[in-house]
């Protein structure tokens, strides 16, 4: 037994016994590996070359740890301070760079010089977000999704900083903040998180009539996307083009390639336990693998005559334009094709702010607009720290900037000469106002009385929510009917629940109905008094997903599930007839080694059958040998894969092997159940979902 020497021996500790005990010094027990090419020497941020970044500075091998050890505290004090305030909003985000391409020119209606040149491509940085939920909370909740775009245009940076939604909760900005502690957890349980189905939020909305067009977008499925890559986005505000003193007003939409795509809540639900980075992970997957996602951007434009003529008013944030009054024009394209080299220095550290505007593009009077062209350059001094945050790196425009702006926390730049002045007459070089260049905004005649007003043609609430409603298909109509169900089934508040069940009476009756039914009501509840009456607007498919979605595989990932013995022909003809139709194919199988197929070849497997359900997949195949499926109809994780795959619509391939296990789930095949060796068959049947099961599976509002 080695003898412990007394730590606090007054001593001196001899060289020679520390020999005696064997301790080392400058190394321990770590096992440092060569990664290949020369590795530079690990330095203190002082730029001093660190001997030993293993073993603090102590008297004594077992003795107290040093205040001297400078590169211990340097270190530890750096890692204490690496967190910074998240969003108070959005905080969970991925983000990516791209370019933007303009391939239509709106130099009739403007001067901004990226919507005018065809061709020029320009930098951008988007990043994508849900809402309520912390930076580490899951990525598939129920939620509005953030569509933030950063231009770095050769005028200075543009912030297009939209959702996924071209509509919003509320009319005037004064009201955000109530609304956000509504939906963010509850502030004396500290719950749920990234949720909106609890009382407060309900509560909220019930008192809200305004809300209540975004309520039936919340309550779509809009707000469970399959992928960011299939979402659709919108600046949601009404702008302004300008060119030579005329002002056009415009909406910004963006429009995926790969079609919009959405989850089943089921599926969404799911998700969040069985991958909570799903969007992220998709997202980063298919750029690193060359599948940039690609949108489009369009516009409506209109005029103050046009705007007049509408049954509605287009400063109100609650209403959209429908593309049936307005069509949308394409302008340009934007694809995403490299992933940010550091999280938090680039997606984290994106300071967003809607004020960031360029010359030729101007803010409309939407109140809420206005509000938010305060609060994010407020927002982002809090959560960078200091006012010079456009100083970093995925901030600063890319083209050149400079003003006597001065000091301040993190100053990186070393300003040069006398002058951060102006008027001055001293400096041959300081920067000066180009009338001629410079941002003008557009000289609208404004009058009124100074007061806490709203505008009266802020008032119908419910025309547009019973637009949306009766715009979708069938299938959609029923899933915002079950996720009311779902959502207002978690508020514990009876009044709350027929609160909102009131006002879904002005937006359908049937809907209404539908809902009570949900949540056992004994009778309708009364409808609030609406101060104007909802008139019918012509359905507008476009706002529609289901009646939208592009039958594909492009962008879409087939899951096939093997076992030892799976016979190999079928499943290469099978990943040969995905992969060409665009899909990303992986294997799964119950080892992650791979299995040993009928060839006698191991077929290696993207993911470990425990822990990539077939949720992750759009469409599945099976294929197992007799005694393959066997084995999996003992295995709980493989009789969730069909009968999942089969609960959330997909197409399924199944051989007779998988057709056994597909059996053992007691499941009943229907059209979209394909026999695996009918590739093509298979692949038609896996571009879609087969929402005419739905009610097959599930008890729906
Ligand atoms: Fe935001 N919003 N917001 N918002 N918002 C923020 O800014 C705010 C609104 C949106 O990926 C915050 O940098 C107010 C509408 C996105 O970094 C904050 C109002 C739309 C992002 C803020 C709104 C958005 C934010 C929090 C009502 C769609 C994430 C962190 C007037 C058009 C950007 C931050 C990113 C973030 C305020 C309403 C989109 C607090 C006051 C409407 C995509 O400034």
């Given at each position: 037994m080695v003898k412990k020497a007394?730590?606090?021996?007054?001593k001196p500790i001899a060289a020679a016994s520390k020999k005696a005990r064997g301790d080392v010094r400058g190394q321990g027990d770590e096992l440092h590996q060569q990664a290949g090419g020369g590795h530079p020497p690990l330095t203190t941020n002082q730029g001093g070359v660190i001997s030993?970044?293993?073993?603090?500075?102590?008297?004594?091998?077992?003795g107290p740890v040093l205040l001297e050890d400078f590169v211990l505290r340097e270190k530890i004090t750096h890692f204490d301070h690496e967190r910074i305030p998240e969003r108070?909003?959005?905080a969970r985000g991925s983000a990516a760079h791209g370019f933007f391409e303009l391939t239509k020119s709106l130099k009739k209606y403007t001067s901004a010089r990226i919507l005018t040149e065809v061709g020029e491509r320009t930098p951008v940085f988007v990043r994508f977000s849900t809402v309520a939920?912390?930076?580490?909370?899951?990525?598939?909740?129920r939620d509005v999704r953030g569509f933030a775009v950063k231009f770095y245009t050769g005028e200075g940076n543009w912030d297009?900083?939209?959702?996924?939604?071209?509509?919003?909760?509320?009319?005037?900005?004064?009201?955000f903040p109530d609304l956000i502690h509504a939906v963010k957890m509850e502030p004396d349980r500290?719950?749920?998180?990234?949720?909106?189905?609890?009382?407060t939020f309900w509560d909220f909305i019930s008192l809200t009539p305004e809300a209540m067009h975004m309520i039936m977008w919340a309550m779509s499925d809009r707000t469970i996307p399959?992928?960011?890559?299939?979402i659709e986005g919108f600046g949601v505000h009404t702008f302004r083009l300008v060119n030579e003193g005329k002002s056009t007003f415009v909406k910004f939409h963006w429009r995926p390639k790969l079609g919009l795509q959405s989850t089943v809540w089921d599926e969404a639900v799911k998700l969040a336990g069985a991958d909570p980075d799903f969007h992220r992970r998709d997202l980063f997957e298919s750029i690193q693998s060359g599948n940039y996602p690609e949108w489009e951007l369009g516009v409506q434009l209109f005029t103050e005559e046009d705007a007049e003529r509408f049954?509605?008013?287009?400063?109100?944030?609650t209403k959209l334009i429908p593309e049936e009054l307005v069509p949308l024009t394409i302008v340009g394209r934007m694809v995403l094709d490299r992933w940010p080299d550091n999280f938090f220095a680039e997606t984290e550290q994106v300071a967003f702010c809607p004020s960031h505007i360029v010359p030729g593009i101007d803010f409309s009077n939407d109140p809420l607009l206005q509000g938010r062209l305060f609060s994010y350059l407020d927002t982002q001094l809090s959560r960078?720290?200091?006012?010079?945050?456009?100083?970093l790196p995925i901030n600063a425009p890319k083209c050149p900037f400079a003003n006597h702006q001065r000091d301040g926390h993190m100053q990186r730049e070393v300003p040069k000469g006398?002058?951060?002045?102006?008027?001055?007459?001293?400096?041959?070089d300081s920067p000066r106002e180009d009338p001629r260049r410079g941002f003008g905004s557009f000289p609208a005649t404004e009058q009124g009385v100074r007061d806490r007003l709203r505008s009266e043609?802020?008032?119908?609430?419910y025309s547009q929510a019973r637009l949306f409603y009766r715009s979708q298909t069938p299938h959609e109509q029923t899933h915002v009917a079950s996720a009311l169900v779902f959502e207002l089934s978690k508020v514990e508040t009876a009044h709350v629940r027929d609160a909102v069940v009131g006002h879904l009476r002005h937006i359908d009756e049937a809907l209404a109905r539908r809902v009570a039914d949900g949540l056992a009501m004994d009778s309708l509840p009364p409808a609030p008094a609406a101060r104007v009456a909802p008139i019918d607007m012509p359905v507008s498919p476009a706002l529609q997903i289901i009646g939208k979605?592009?039958?594909?595989?492009?962008?879409r990932v087939v899951g096939i599930l093997v076992n030892d013995g799976s016979d190999a022909k079928t499943v290469s003809a099978l990943k040969t007839a995905c992969a060409d139709a665009g899909a990303t194919v992986k294997i799964v199988a119950?080892?992650?080694?791979g299995a040993k197929l009928s060839d006698g070849k191991k077929l290696v497997a993207d993911g470990q059958l425990a822990g990539t359900p077939?949720?992750?997949?759009?469409a599945v195949a099976v294929v197992l040998s007799a005694q393959g499926a066997q084995q999996l109809t003992r295995e709980a994780a493989a009789v969730d894969f069909v009968r999942d795959a089969f609960g959330h619509l997909k197409a399924i391939a199944l051989d007779d092997g998988g057709r056994a296990l597909f059996d053992a789930a007691g499941l009943a095949p229907d059209e979209?159940?394909?026999?695996?060796?009918?590739p093509k068959a298979f692949v038609e049947g896996a571009k879609?979902?087969?929402?005419?099961?739905e009610s097959t599976v599930r008890m729906l509002a």
């Amino acid at each position: 037994m080695v003898k412990k020497a007394a730590p606090t021996s007054s001593k001196p500790i001899a060289a020679a016994s520390k020999k005696a005990r064997g301790d080392v010094r400058g190394q321990g027990d770590e096992l440092h590996q060569q990664a290949g090419g020369g590795h530079p020497p690990l330095t203190t941020n002082q730029g001093g070359v660190i001997s030993d970044d293993q073993n603090a500075l102590k008297v004594g091998p077992r003795g107290p740890v040093l205040l001297e050890d400078f590169v211990l505290r340097e270190k530890i004090t750096h890692f204490d301070h690496e967190r910074i305030p998240e969003r108070v909003v959005h905080a969970r985000g991925s983000a990516a760079h791209g370019f933007f391409e303009l391939t239509k020119s709106l130099k009739k209606y403007t001067s901004a010089r990226i919507l005018t040149e065809v061709g020029e491509r320009t930098p951008v940085f988007v990043r994508f977000s849900t809402v309520a939920g912390g930076a580490g909370s899951v990525d598939t909740p129920r939620d509005v999704r953030g569509f933030a775009v950063k231009f770095y245009t050769g005028e200075g940076n543009w912030d297009l900083v939209g959702n996924n939604i071209p509509v919003f909760f509320i009319q005037d900005a004064i009201k955000f903040p109530d609304l956000i502690h509504a939906v963010k957890m509850e502030p004396d349980r500290g719950f749920p998180q990234a949720a909106s189905a609890h009382d407060t939020f309900w509560d909220f909305i019930s008192l809200t009539p305004e809300a209540m067009h975004m309520i039936m977008w919340a309550m779509s499925d809009r707000t469970i996307p399959r992928s960011l890559r299939m979402i659709e986005g919108f600046g949601v505000h009404t702008f302004r083009l300008v060119n030579e003193g005329k002002s056009t007003f415009v909406k910004f939409h963006w429009r995926p390639k790969l079609g919009l795509q959405s989850t089943v809540w089921d599926e969404a639900v799911k998700l969040a336990g069985a991958d909570p980075d799903f969007h992220r992970r998709d997202l980063f997957e298919s750029i690193q693998s060359g599948n940039y996602p690609e949108w489009e951007l369009g516009v409506q434009l209109f005029t103050e005559e046009d705007a007049e003529r509408f049954p509605f008013d287009h400063l109100d944030a609650t209403k959209l334009i429908p593309e049936e009054l307005v069509p949308l024009t394409i302008v340009g394209r934007m694809v995403l094709d490299r992933w940010p080299d550091n999280f938090f220095a680039e997606t984290e550290q994106v300071a967003f702010c809607p004020s960031h505007i360029v010359p030729g593009i101007d803010f409309s009077n939407d109140p809420l607009l206005q509000g938010r062209l305060f609060s994010y350059l407020d927002t982002q001094l809090s959560r960078l720290g200091s006012p010079n945050f456009h100083q970093l790196p995925i901030n600063a425009p890319k083209c050149p900037f400079a003003n006597h702006q001065r000091d301040g926390h993190m100053q990186r730049e070393v300003p040069k000469g006398r002058v951060a002045y102006e008027p001055s007459s001293l400096q041959a070089d300081s920067p000066r106002e180009d009338p001629r260049r410079g941002f003008g905004s557009f000289p609208a005649t404004e009058q009124g009385v100074r007061d806490r007003l709203r505008s009266e043609t802020f008032a119908d609430h419910y025309s547009q929510a019973r637009l949306f409603y009766r715009s979708q298909t069938p299938h959609e109509q029923t899933h915002v009917a079950s996720a009311l169900v779902f959502e207002l089934s978690k508020v514990e508040t009876a009044h709350v629940r027929d609160a909102v069940v009131g006002h879904l009476r002005h937006i359908d009756e049937a809907l209404a109905r539908r809902v009570a039914d949900g949540l056992a009501m004994d009778s309708l509840p009364p409808a609030p008094a609406a101060r104007v009456a909802p008139i019918d607007m012509p359905v507008s498919p476009a706002l529609q997903i289901i009646g939208k979605m592009k039958r594909t595989l492009e962008g879409r990932v087939v899951g096939i599930l093997v076992n030892d013995g799976s016979d190999a022909k079928t499943v290469s003809a099978l990943k040969t007839a995905c992969a060409d139709a665009g899909a990303t194919v992986k294997i799964v199988a119950p080892k992650v080694g791979g299995a040993k197929l009928s060839d006698g070849k191991k077929l290696v497997a993207d993911g470990q059958l425990a822990g990539t359900p077939s949720i992750n997949f759009d469409a599945v195949a099976v294929v197992l040998s007799a005694q393959g499926a066997q084995q999996l109809t003992r295995e709980a994780a493989a009789v969730d894969f069909v009968r999942d795959a089969f609960g959330h619509l997909k197409a399924i391939a199944l051989d007779d092997g998988g057709r056994a296990l597909f059996d053992a789930a007691g499941l009943a095949p229907d059209e979209g159940v394909i026999a695996a060796r009918q590739p093509k068959a298979f692949v038609e049947g896996a571009k879609g979902r087969y929402f005419d099961r739905e009610s097959t599976v599930r008890m729906l509002a």
